[in-house]
């Protein structure tokens, strides 16, 4: 596939996401990893009330975060979601950016799998879903 989609969030980390540490606990990634991937499938007229007009539903089966820079509170954050394939699962890749201190502060991905409306597992992505998956705007 080509001209596959990227979206990107940002924000200011909130208090409520910090550890006793005074940094972002981990778990809150996979929150953020969340916010970016709902950005990019809306931006390509795949939310999940389309994907369940369109017949299917869409489950994460994997998720991984490699952390390399902390995040504090109050700092700008930019989380980067891209499609990296979608093929027979959809790939998402993603890298969180501590724009505060001009930092990577972790690269990740998610897979999902697409089940049909009775939740039976698809051995492909639907091809209606792949075409919206190149959109650019």
Do not use: Q
């Amino acid at each position: 596939m080509s001209n596959l989609a990227r979206a990107s969030i940002e924000f200011h980390v909130p208090f409520h996401d910090i550890d006793m540490t005074h940094a972002v606990w981990h778990g809150f990634y996979l929150k953020y990893l969340e916010l970016a991937r709902t950005a990019l499938m809306r931006k390509c007229d795949l939310d999940v009330m389309e994907i369940v007009r369109l017949g299917y539903r869409m489950v994460v089966i994997e998720s991984k975060c490699r952390h390399s820079f902390p995040l504090h509170y109050g700092d700008h954050v930019r989380v980067d979601a891209f499609v990296l394939d979608a093929d027979i699962r959809l790939h998402i890749g993603y890298e969180i950016h501590n724009l505060t201190h001009g930092k990577r502060a972790a690269r990740a991905s998610t897979t999902l799998a697409t089940l049909d409306s009775s939740g039976k597992l698809l051995y492909a992505t639907p091809t209606e879903i792949r075409e919206k998956l190149t959109c650019t705007i």
